[in-house]
């Protein structure tokens, strides 16, 4: 179990992970129950859609 303080796994490895099924959807993702192939641990990942780049600074 991840708790507060922990460290969580980082996504760049997509391959590591398969999908299980999708556990829900709201306005700015989709939240998908994975496993990871090489601990067999199940986790939650939240994909959040990506909107437009929002720029700083006059323009």
């Given at each position: ?38 601990t ?20």
């Amino acid at each position: 179990a991840v708790g507060p303080g922990m460290d969580m796994p980082i996504m760049h490895d997509s391959d590591r992970y398969e999908l299980v099924r999708d556990i829900g959807s709201g306005n700015f993702g989709v939240a998908r129950l994975m496993r990871d192939k090489q601990t067999e641990e199940l986790v939650a990942v939240k994909y959040i859609e990506r909107g437009e780049k929002v720029h700083g600074g006059k323009g």
